[in-house]
């Protein structure tokens, strides 16, 4: 870290923030690297200071970003964006990473989201849009009996999905979103859609309104329970490479999805900068898309930068100011990486905080592994000054190590999470499984 060098802040207080922190404070161009609001991942790395101003306080954020004479502003998660920091911050003459937010209805809103790649003729899933309950359960019940899915209009959560194998599972369904407002504001409209059948996998590109630069594509487990068993979560973990996604597909990818997207965007007037992340099922038919993000994935980020060779920096900076082609290409560590997300009992559904973490110290200590923070918080301080650290979430740890394939990787982070201990304490045995 250059002492002289310039000053980055990060909005966030997850996982995907602690990485991205991590990883920008490496840069030789980063002087400072400051997380509003962090956690206790962030307070402890290196280089990294954590600021206490929630993510979605876009007044406070904007003031932060001019007293401390930000360079770049980098976006974590997606409410801010899709609440407007990025325009709150170009208006006061801020460089940020992250799309406006008209572009951010990319993830705000599955039924523009859907609505565009039908006009950008990107492959999607047939689907109808609905904001009253009756009438989408009129609908489904005039259909053949077919598996579909229904989701919440907005933001939810990563919970606001609900695969339906029969009709009746579906109108259910329905009700729950729509009736019930089961995922509250998210749920004003419903996209009904049939579902598909193949194998999920990332693909996150850099994008600044015009050059795109795909990353490689990563696998993430949405799932609760082993086998891809139990409701969904925020992910359980996330592994990279992703064999299924081979350089043709990725060729298919980005020629069938990321290209038309962003050109689609752009003559909508809707520049998109910043990450597009697009996931996708591989179907018999080809890629199609499931959704898009706005935003790097939480936890497919955690193993993409651990293998990440080269500096983070300057391709966010040269992004954030359209001048991505003019940018070094990212380089890449040859093996591959695995997280393991630990979570608190009872997630995704309820359950209690303030549980004190041990091991870490031990975890840290092998090789090529990195513990990144998501739902930690400080706690009390020891007689010696020390302060706990505990846990502050559902997904606590995100457990991260690189192996010369995906199942030397996965070894490795199993390793440092049977070195770490809370009470309740649990994750998936099964992560990258399928990489093998």
Same mark, same amino acid.
């Given at each position: 870290?250059?002492?002289?060098?310039?000053?980055?802040?990060?909005?966030g207080?997850?996982?995907?923030?602690?990485?991205?922190?991590?990883?920008?404070?490496?840069?030789?161009l980063?002087?400072?690297?400051?997380?509003?609001?962090?956690?206790?991942?962030?307070?402890?790395?290196?280089?990294?200071?954590?600021?206490?101003?929630?993510?979605?306080?876009?007044?406070?954020?904007?003031?932060?970003?001019?007293?401390?004479?930000?360079?770049?502003?980098?976006?974590?998660?997606?409410?801010?964006?899709?609440?407007?920091?990025?325009d709150?911050?170009?208006k006061a003459?801020?460089?940020?990473?992250?799309?406006?937010?008209?572009?951010?209805?990319?993830?705000?809103?599955?039924?523009?989201?859907?609505?565009?790649?039908?006009?950008?003729?990107?492959?999607?899933?047939?689907f109808?849009?609905?904001?009253?309950?009756?009438?989408?359960?009129?609908?489904?019940?005039?259909?053949?009996? +077919?598996?579909?899915?229904v989701?919440?209009?907005?933001l939810?959560?990563g919970?606001?999905?609900?695969?339906c194998?029969?009709?009746?599972?579906?109108?259910?369904?329905?009700?729950?979103?729509?009736?019930d407002?089961?995922?509250g504001?998210?749920?004003?409209?419903?996209?009904v859609?049939?579902?598909?059948?193949?194998?999920?996998?990332?693909?996150?590109?850099?994008?600044?309104?015009?050059?795109?630069?795909?990353?490689?594509?990563? +696998?993430?487990?949405?799932?609760?329970?082993?086998?891809?068993r139990?409701?969904?979560?925020?992910?359980?973990?996330?592994?990279?490479?992703?064999?299924?996604?081979?350089?043709?597909?990725? @060729? @298919?990818?980005?020629? +069938?999805?990321?290209?038309?997207?962003?050109?689609?965007? @752009?003559?909508?007037?809707?520049?998109?900068?910043?990450?597009?992340y697009?996931g996708?099922?591989?179907?018999r038919?080809?890629?199609?898309?499931?959704?898009?993000?706005?935003?790097?994935?939480d936890?497919?980020?955690q193993?993409?930068?651990?293998?990440m060779?080269g500096?983070?920096?300057?391709?966010?900076?040269?992004?954030?100011?359209?001048?991505?082609?003019?940018a070094?290409?990212?380089?890449?560590?040859?093996?591959?990486?695995v997280?393991?997300?630990?979570?608190?009992?009872?997630?995704?559904?309820e359950?209690?905080?303030g549980?004190?973490?041990?091991?870490?110290?031990?975890a840290a200590?092998?090789?090529?592994?990195?513990?990144?923070h998501?739902?930690?918080?400080?706690?009390?301080?020891?007689?010696?000054?020390?302060?706990?650290i505990?846990?502050?979430?559902?997904?606590?740890?995100?457990?991260?190590?690189?192996?010369?394939?995906?199942?030397?990787?996965?070894?490795?982070?199993?390793?440092a999470?049977?070195?770490?201990?809370?009470?309740?304490?649990w994750?998936?045995?099964?992560?990258?499984?399928?990489?093998?």
């Open positions: 870290m250059s002492a002289g060098g310039e000053t980055v802040l990060v909005v207080g997850g996982g995907r923030e602690h990485a991205l922190c991590w990883k920008l404070a490496q840069s030789p980063v002087g400072t690297v400051l997380c509003a609001p962090g956690n206790a991942g962030t307070g402890t790395e290196t280089g990294v200071e954590n600021v206490p101003v929630k993510d979605d306080d876009l007044p406070g954020l904007v003031a932060l970003a001019k007293e401390r004479k930000v360079d770049l502003v980098v976006i974590g998660p997606e409410k801010p964006l899709v609440l407007g920091l990025t709150e911050l170009e003459g801020i460089a940020v990473f992250g799309p406006s937010k008209a572009a951010a209805e990319l993830e705000g809103s599955k039924a523009y989201s859907k609505s565009l790649m039908k006009r950008a003729g990107v492959p999607t899933a047939a109808e849009i609905f904001n009253n309950a009756h009438a989408a359960a009129d609908w489904i019940s005039g259909r053949s009996e +077919q598996p579909l899915v989701k919440a209009d907005g939810a959560a919970k606001g999905v609900i695969v194998d029969t009709r009746e599972e579906a109108m259910d369904a329905v009700r729950r979103v729509l009736s407002r089961e995922f504001a998210a749920g004003a409209r419903a996209v859609e049939e579902k598909l059948v193949g194998e999920e996998a990332s693909v996150l590109a850099i994008v600044d309104g015009a050059t795109i630069v795909p990353l490689p594509a990563a +696998q993430d487990h949405k799932a609760a329970l082993d086998g891809d139990g409701p969904n979560t925020g992910g359980m973990g996330a592994y990279t490479p992703a064999r299924l996604v081979h350089e043709r597909r990725m @060729q @298919q990818v980005v020629e +069938q999805v990321l290209i038309p997207i962003v050109h689609r965007m @752009q003559r909508d007037d809707r520049p998109f900068r910043g990450i597009l697009a996708l099922m591989f179907t038919r080809g890629p199609m898309v499931l959704e898009f993000n706005v935003r790097f994935g936890p497919e980020v193993p993409l930068l651990m293998r060779s500096d983070l920096y300057p391709l966010l900076k040269a992004a954030a100011a359209g001048k991505l082609e003019d070094a290409p990212p380089t890449w560590d040859d093996r591959a990486a997280c393991v997300v630990m979570a608190s009992e009872g997630y995704p559904g359950y209690e905080t549980k004190t973490i041990r091991g870490l110290a031990d200590e092998l090789p090529d592994t990195k513990v990144f998501a739902g930690t918080k400080f706690g009390v301080r020891d007689a010696e000054g020390r302060e706990s505990e846990t502050a979430g559902g997904r606590v740890l995100g457990v991260t190590a690189l192996g010369d394939d995906v199942t030397d990787a996965k070894r490795r982070a199993y390793e999470v049977r070195r770490i201990r809370w009470e309740g304490a994750c998936r045995t099964d992560i990258a499984d399928k990489g093998r």
